[in-house]
């Protein structure tokens, strides 16, 4: 039980007062974190390979002090993610903050719990975007002088991705396409495209294939030079002449 004590200076006066004790009450009301002060970002990559995923923030600062959001001991983080590149697609309850590689988008939405009851979090959501990868690909050309047979162009070129830009096929992926218009015996040029790309490793939806030309020519044969005896005959009555 709670007791009182009237002082006047260092001598108790207590007995000459009636003191009667109300009971009192403590309420600290808890503080709203809202989604802008979460400050959520949207995540956009070209296809590389790598998974991608929201940034979380480490900590925040809720009425100038700095709250650690990496105390698992007071934290939980609930995550849910759909795909909202596919129309119709089921929204997924993730234990983790979800990573995507492939080329896709999707809203992620986190919900943080305090365990402590001191702060509540307004559900936050930002979306990991991956977009596919440009791949130009591109017939070689070739010049063929004019001999009666057929010639072709058999080779293309895919670029490789480098160490700098987003264009090009990523670690392993491998892509074949079958060349059209190649093939010519005749003096003139064709223009060679290509059809039917089939990635022979990897996934095609990952890239973004963009059609570049090439051609082939075949050059007119070097003028022909005929040497012609001159004929002389005696009248026979038969037909004289060059074959």
Do not use: C
Not at 66 to 83: E, G, K, M, N
Not at 222 to 233: C, G, K, N, Q
């Amino acid at each position: 039980a709670s007791t009182v004590k009237v002082m006047d200076g260092t001598t108790d006066v207590t007995a000459n007062y009636a003191v009667s004790i109300v009971p009192g009450s403590l309420v600290i009301t808890p503080v709203t974190v809202t989604a802008v002060q979460l400050g959520l970002t949207d995540v956009t990559k070209v296809y590389d390979a790598v998974s991608h995923e929201i940034d979380m923030p480490e900590s925040i600062v809720v009425g100038g002090n700095t709250i650690d959001l990496t105390d698992t001991s007071r934290f939980v983080f609930a995550y849910t993610a759909r795909d909202v590149s596919t129309p119709g697609q089921p929204t997924t309850n993730d234990p983790t903050n979800p990573a995507y590689t492939d080329a896709s988008a999707h809203l992620v939405t986190v919900q943080i719990t305090d365990l402590t009851g001191s702060l509540v979090f307004e559900p936050a959501s930002a979306t990991v975007t991956v977009n596919r990868r440009d791949v130009t690909v591109t017939p070689d050309s070739d010049i063929f002088l004019y001999d009666g047979n057929e010639h072709a162009v058999l080779t293309y070129v895919v670029p490789r991705a480098g160490t700098t830009g987003d264009t090009g096929l990523v670690g392993e992926d491998q892509l074949a396409v079958t060349l059209v218009g190649n093939r010519r015996t005749d003096a003139g040029e064709n223009e060679i495209t290509w059809i039917d790309p089939v990635m022979v490793q990897g996934d095609i939806d990952n890239y973004n294939l963009i059609h570049a030309a090439g051609k082939i020519t075949v050059t007119a044969a070097d003028a022909l030079t005929l040497d012609v005896t001159a004929l002389s005959s005696v009248y026979d009555a038969k037909p004289h002449g060059y074959t």
